[in-house]
């Protein structure tokens, strides 16, 4: 076994890479393994464009431009899948959510961890090649909404791009780690944050902003790939009208387009419609297609004074790659109240619909429905539900628009939304076998009891308040095979799990998003599980698969995010995440499973229930999202009905209020609360822990709530 240490900020030492017995040493020439010698990073356009081609490659995020996260590697297969075995696992140095898609070629791996860290390694043998830390400030993990992760890299001539969450695009050597050049793409005083993966486009870096629950308004920049220098941005929602326009490529679609599908004082809440994730290039059209967020706040009495679709919001967006002028665009929800957003995975394909060849973008966004467009026009083409739906009861096919029924924006009163506000399709990687002709994904039934909060206001650091009141519950979780042909379920297979990988070898590989980590193989066709191995940490990213000197491998990144990790998971002690690979015949031994959480440790009191009951609004405000509703946790981060803080009042209050631990991303609240409610905030969580500790259900008083135990934080 070989053991190398890694600290943040240095190049040097990853912890915890066991090599596969009896493969070439890691410091041998690559040439000796059969690589191809080419420089680091060396992937221009035609390569992006003819990746299918090269399959021992895992070149751009979702595999090719079409993003079908489909491999024609079949060395793997379903035959012989039972022998897969770790071949070696590197230890990432933070215990945070991993949710990136790592990037192989030319036999090395390049990936980012949560912090927007990233490593290059050796693909074979798991050996730190370097490491890169942007040393994101600790005050920024309180931006984000769901943990400060980071969903992948980009790789093109030479360079590996990176956006980091505190909003800055980064360019680094390929070969060395080294910066190139940085730019930031966001107002750093503001609370934007990037968590997605940056997509290379003709000379460009597209990348755009998270942050809608928080009050933002969402953009899509270009960037040079050479030089970090703007090339163009488009905004997807208006901004302050008394500003006149952005000087931006959006401005004259804005003006004649957007604007008039907005009322009230929009501009003062930001809007919402951040593009934080999916950003996809089509080559046969030289188009752009952009994913699109929530509205800000999720209510249209509010944001927009209940009238209008307000554009861009839940939308796919094209524009053209070179100018970022606007193409086209379908919007999914319009007028957009239920925290749904439309930035899920897509997959450009081909299919035979009708007896017509067509080019199409399928899409299963948070609503709950299956979309098929014409990615030349943008018109629908098809839609039916993957789950029950109540916001909408079908997708007019002439139209395009969703067939809703009476107050479904809970205009009259509270309104059952079926999926609801955590979605029935979240962030994680959807996949389509052309071998098959069968998308996909991951999918959970979910509901809200939606209703207007009358005593709105917008509350600073506390994203969550959107003039909404709601209640939540869940349901089964399964991945779906769904035919976008016929638009209809193939089959299912129960378990909550992570992103899609689908091969030639007949396979489909996902990890479950467990506390204690399960990988698992199922054949493509059936969904018949024939395989699976204890990671022993949850997983959510999706894996890919590459070559190496003529033996494939299947690698994941575990360790589940937070926001996938609340609401009553099993606590055990924090582990760091893991870059894992497998192959036939791997000798790899993975780390046993984490032990429990530590138990309990309530503090002595005593605490009056007005007390805990005002604490407990200000956990709501502030504290859930990272902790967890009725502040249950997994532990991902700290579960803190068991925290060593809790039983002593000064201790508690140097981290609470003071920002003992800001380098960790806990920052003192001594800005947004007053000094009081420290104690206040220890009454509820201690009366939460003394439940735990005697065996009794999480008690979160109801009084304001607006979530209950259920509730699942939306991703971002």
């Known amino acids: 076994m070989s053991r190398f240490t890694g600290k943040a900020g240095l190049i040097g030492i990853a912890i915890g890479v066991i090599v596969l017995a009896g493969q070439i040493s890691a410091g041998q020439d690559m040439a000796k393994r059969g690589h191809t010698q080419r420089p680091a990073g060396d992937v221009d356009d035609a390569r992006m464009l003819a990746a299918s081609n090269e399959p021992e490659n895992w070149l751009l995020n979702g595999g090719t431009f079409g993003g079908e996260r489909y491999s024609l590697l079949d060395q793997i297969n379903t035959v012989n899948v039972g022998r897969l075995r770790p071949a070696w696992y590197f230890e990432y140095d933070t215990t945070r959510g991993q949710e990136a898609e790592p990037i192989v070629v030319d036999g090395v791996m390049y990936v980012s961890t949560s912090w927007s860290k990233v490593y290059a390694l050796d693909a074979a043998t798991g050996r730190q090649l370097w490491f890169y830390d942007p040393e994101v400030a600790g005050t920024d993990g309180a931006k984000a909404c769901c943990d400060v992760v980071n969903r992948g890299v980009a790789v093109y001539e030479g360079k590996v791009f990176v956006g980091a969450l505190d909003g800055r695009l980064i360019a680094l050597d390929a070969r060395t780690g080294k910066v190139v050049w940085s730019t930031m793409t966001i107002d750093p005083d503001s609370m934007q944050t990037i968590t997605g993966a940056p997509r290379v486009v003709r000379g460009k870096v597209i990348i755009g902003n998270a942050g809608a629950d928080f009050g933002v308004r969402g953009h899509v920049s270009a960037y040079d790939a050479a030089t970090g220098k703007l090339a163009w941005r488009f905004y997807l929602v208006p901004g302050d009208p008394e500003k006149g326009p952005d000087g931006a490529a959006s401005d004259e679609i804005m003006e004649k387009l957007v604007r008039p599908t907005w009322a009230g004082d929009y501009a003062s809440y930001g809007g919402g419609g951040t593009a934080w994730q999916t950003i996809m290039y089509d080559p046969d059209f030289n188009r752009i297609y952009i994913g699109t967020g929530n509205g800000s706040p999720w209510n249209p009495k509010y944001r927009t004074a209940g009238k209008g679709d307000n554009l861009f919001l839940c939308s796919v967006v094209a524009l053209d790659a070179d100018t970022g002028k606007y193409i086209w665009h379908y919007q999914e929800n319009p007028q957009e109240a239920w925290d749904y957003n439309s930035t899920q995975p897509m997959i450009l394909a081909e299919l035979d619909i009708e007896g017509r060849r067509r080019k ?357």
């Open 360 to 716: 199409v973008l399928m899409h299963a966004p948070k609503n709950g429905f299956f979309y098929v467009i014409d990615r030349q026009t943008g018109r629908l083409i098809s839609a039916a539900p993957t789950v029950p739906t109540t916001w909408a009861s079908r997708i007019d096919i002439a139209t395009g628009r969703p067939v809703e029924p009476a107050n479904a924006r809970y205009t009259e009163g509270p309104f059952l939304a079926k999926p609801g506000t955590a979605g029935s399709h979240n962030w994680h990687a959807m996949a389509f076998s052309p071998k098959t002709g069968l998308a996909y994904l991951p999918v959970a039934e979910n509901q809200s009891l939606l209703q207007t909060n009358p005593d709105f206001r917008p509350v600073p650091m506390g994203p969550f308040n959107h003039g909404v009141i709601s209640r939540h519950g869940a349901g089964a979780s399964y991945l779906l095979a769904w035919d976008p042909v016929k638009q209809r379920e193939a089959w299912r297979v129960p378990y909550r799990g992570g992103g899609v990988l689908a091969t030639a070898g007949g396979l489909l590989f996902q990890g479950r998003g467990t506390v204690i980590g399960e990988f698992v193989a199922l054949r493509a066709d059936d969904g018949r599980q024939l395989w699976s191995w204890p990671t022993p940490n949850g997983i959510q990213a999706a894996a890919v698969t590459y070559m190496v000197g003529g033996v494939q491998y299947v690698a994941i990144s575990t360790g589940a995010g937070a926001g996938a990790m609340t609401g009553g998971a099993e606590a055990r002690m924090r582990q760091p995440g893991r870059m894992v690979a497998f192959r036939i015949g791997g000798k790899a031994t993975l780390p046993r499973e984490p032990d429990p959480a530590p138990p309990a440790n309530p503090a002595p009191g005593p605490f009056t229930q007005e007390a805990v009951d005002r604490g407990a609004a200000v956990y709501r405000n502030y504290c859930y999202r990272c902790h967890g509703p009725d502040a249950i946790s997994s532990n991902v981060i700290p579960d803190l009905r068991r925290s060593a803080y809790l039983p002593d009042k000064e201790a508690w209050r140097a981290v609470v209020w003071d920002g003992a631990l800001e380098s960790s991303g806990m920052i003192g609240w001594s800005r947004y609360l007053e000094s009081e409610q420290i104690e206040e905030l220890r009454a509820y969580v201690s009366w939460e822990a003394t439940r735990l500790k005697n065996g009794q259900a999480p008690g979160a008083r109801q009084t304001g709530s607006r979530r209950s135990s259920q509730a699942v934080v939306q991703e971002q």
